[in-house]
C-alpha cells in the first residue's frame, strides 16, 4: 500500500506560481512512478507531469517549459514548481504513484486557481 498526500494548491494571478508537493508513505520502494495529472470542471483527468524512479521526467506539451517536476527521495517527496501559470492551468491537480505491481495510487487532490 502507498498513501499520497498532496499540498500547495491555491488562488493565484495569471503569470505566479505554486509548487505542489506529493508526499509517499507506506511502501515507497514499490513506486515506479510519481506523475501529476489534472482535471477541471468537465474535463478529463490528463497527465501533467511525470517522474520516474530513475528520474526520467515526461511533460505533457501545454506546460513544457512552464512546469518541472523533481523529486528528494529522503524526503519520499515529489514536487510540481509551476510557474508562468495561466487561467487555463485551472484544476484539481492529482497526485499519482505507479507501482512495480501495476496498481495505481491517488492522492485526494489540491485545487489550483488561476485568475486573469
Known amino acids: 500500500q502507498v498513501q499520497l498526500v498532496e499540498d500547495g494548491g491555491g488562488l493565484v494571478q495569471a503569470g505566479g506560481s505554486l509548487r505542489l508537493s506529493c508526499a509517499a508513505s507506506?511502501?515507497?520502494?514499490?513506486?515506479?512512478?510519481i506523475g501529476w495529472y489534472r482535471q477541471a470542471p468537465g474535463q478529463q483527468r490528463e497527465l501533467v507531469a511525470s517522474?520516474?524512479?530513475?528520474?526520467?521526467?515526461t511533460y505533457v506539451d501545454a506546460v513544457k517549459g512552464r512546469f518541472t517536476i523533481s523529486r528528494d527521495n529522503a524526503k519520499n517527496t515529489v514536487y510540481l514548481q509551476m510557474n508562468s501559470l495561466k487561467p487555463e492551468d485551472t484544476a484539481v491537480y492529482y497526485c499519482n504513484a505507479y507501482t512495480m505491481n501495476y496498481v495505481y495510487y491517488w492522492g485526494q487532490g489540491t485545487q489550483v486557481t488561476v485568475s486573469s
Open positions: 507506506g511502501s515507497t520502494f514499490i513506486i515506479a512512478a
Open positions: 517522474i520516474t524512479s530513475t528520474g526520467t521526467t
